[in-house]
């Protein structure tokens, strides 16, 4: 494959990377955080920082099980360089959580993606929340 190829395929799977993280959250599949984050991820959201995607599905499971939920990232500046990368998405989620509140967030994911396998993961994602309407901490 020449490396055009390579580099728009590379951008699809780390975009399709981003879309199955959101999906994750908002259907409630935790479990699925093994498959989308290193081993040895670090991952910094504001209520606190976890290792690997087995913290991160513990963590997603006791601290986001919203009622609702719909992330959505776009606008993503993308830097790739063979097996790693990093990106820099806006985020906008909108929410009800398990009270009843209803909100959205606003802020941007800054990430590190490595290929493992063949296959794009994250490696580290920190949340920078700019505004949450209810300031319910995630």
Not at 40 to 68: K, L, P, Q
Request: charged residues 25%; hydrophobic residues 35%; proline residues 1%.
């Amino acid at each position: 494959m020449c490396s055009a190829e390579q580099a728009v395929r590379d951008r699809l799977e780390i975009h399709e990377l981003r879309g199955a993280y959101a999906r994750a959250i908002d259907y409630g599949n935790y479990e699925e955080a093994t498959e989308i984050f290193t081993d040895d991820a670090v991952v910094n959201y504001r209520g606190g920082t976890c290792h690997g995607g087995e913290e991160v599905a513990a963590y997603w499971c006791e601290n986001v099980a919203y009622e609702f939920s719909m992330h959505t990232v776009q606008m993503p500046e993308l830097s790739i360089n063979g097996d790693e990368a990093t990106g820099r998405w806006y985020m906008i989620v909108f929410y009800v959580t398990p009270d009843g509140d209803d909100g959205h967030v606003l802020g941007w994911y800054e990430d590190k993606y490595r290929r493992v396998n063949g296959k794009w993961m994250i490696e580290k994602l920190d949340m920078d929340v700019t505004y949450d309407t209810t300031n319910y901490h995630v």
